[in-house]
């Protein structure tokens, strides 16, 4: 049986490693840049982002949300994603990005007036889902206004089967993904068979976290993190979109 690894960090790092394109790294398919594009316009749109933010992108993929800030003239616009690998390619095209976690994100304390964390938490342990929201509510000034997106609702089953052979492996990638996907695994294995590495497959299909809206809005709660809405998502309608809003600080009573 191929050796299988279901760590999203490595998927990634071997999805830059492998890139035709930056779009690759938004992990939406290589012919949806227009799919990004308006996804983060909308969030955009949700969220107010305006001349006087300061934005933090988690899991920024290809940086289109960096980009959008800067058009509209954006204080601070920074990206953080999970490997070292797909922060060079997004730095070349002269954007903001680091390398970070969710749960432990390095930035200082209440930088950020909008934070943005779409289709991120639904690939993150469920026992980092709590660290992961504090740390946004640690950078998230006070009133700051949070996107937190692509939450499942429903536990999904990995659409990925599992292969004994890599003929099968083979006819999977041809049949659902054509010959260039098919042509680049092939080049893989004989690297690795050259080598002498072993093969390891890293889909990056399975999700690790999913909740209800009452189950993450209580979560999100405990790091306060206020609800202010809550909706569905367009594609695929088996997640959840939440904009969430640190509270201002309290006036002390004399």
Known sequence: ???RSDDYVEYCRETAKHAR????????GRDNEKVTQIIHERIAETVGLNSNDDLVDIGCGD?????????????????????????ALVRRTG??????????????DACASVVVCNGVLLIVPRDRIHASLC???????????????????????DPTP?????SELLRHLYRKQGFRAWLGMVR??????????????SPGTAHSFFAQPEEFIAMAAACRLESVHCW???????RNNYLLRKPMVKAEVA
């Open 95 to 108: 954007v903001d990005v680091r390398q970070g976690l969710s749960d432990l994100l390095p930035l200082p």
């Open 63 to 87: 940086g289109t949300m960096l980009r959008i800030a800067q058009q509209r003239g954006a204080r601070s616009a920074i990206g953080l994603l999970a490997t070292e690998e797909e922060v």
């Open 232 to 238: 569905q998502h367009d594609h695929p309608s088996t």
């Open 21 to 28: 394109k930056l779009h690759d790294l938004a992990l939406r």
């Open 162 to 166: 599992q292969f004994d052979r890599p």
């Open 135 to 157: 740390e946004i509510a640690r950078i998230a000034q006070p009133g700051a206004r949070v996107f937190i997106g692509e939450i499942p609702f429903l536990e999904l089953t």
């Open 1 to 3: 049986m191929i050796a």
């Open 188 to 201: 893989r294995m004989a690297w690795s068979g050259l080598t002498g590495k072993p093969f390891v497959l």
